[in-house]
């Protein structure tokens, strides 16, 4: 499974991103989709999590009413609308793919690049 984080840049504080995750060689190892964040010097932080049948979504409650995640199923393609953000909210963003609807990063067998997100004050 390979997956290609993409959509991340700089933003004002209150603006609105639309993060991509496009996923290619899917197995039944990948049928959840996960998005973190890591800021240099921290953990790698839970976001949401959605499996490609749509019937389970999972949010952080630092991000709950700010970010959505969705899934385009014909485009392999999973998406992190993030709204309101905030300048706490800047760090690379990563996309990932395991068996588990979980909130542990370990527990994720495949990873993107990451995208950076800015969020200027």
């Known amino acids: 499974v390979q997956l290609q984080a993409s959509g991340g840049g700089l933003v004002q504080a209150g603006g609105s991103l639309r993060l991509s995750c496009a996923a290619s060689?899917?197995?039944?190892?990948?049928?959840?989709m996960g998005w973190f964040r890591q800021v240099l010097g921290k953990e790698r932080e839970f976001l949401a999590a959605?499996?490609?049948?749509?019937?389970?979504?999972n949010y952080a409650d630092s991000v709950k009413g700010r970010f959505t995640i969705s899934r385009d199923n014909a485009k392999n393609t999973v998406y992190l609308q993030m709204n309101s953000l905030k300048p706490e909210d800047a760090a690379v963003y990563h996309c990932?793919?395991?068996?588990?609807?979980?909130?542990?990063?370990?527990?994720?067998?495949?990873w993107g690049q990451g995208t950076q997100v800015t969020v200027s004050s």
């Open positions: 990932a793919a395991g068996r588990y609807a979980t909130f542990q990063p370990d527990l994720y067998d495949y």
């Open positions: 959605i499996r490609w049948s749509g019937d389970m979504i």
């Open positions: 060689g899917r197995t039944f190892s990948s049928d959840v």
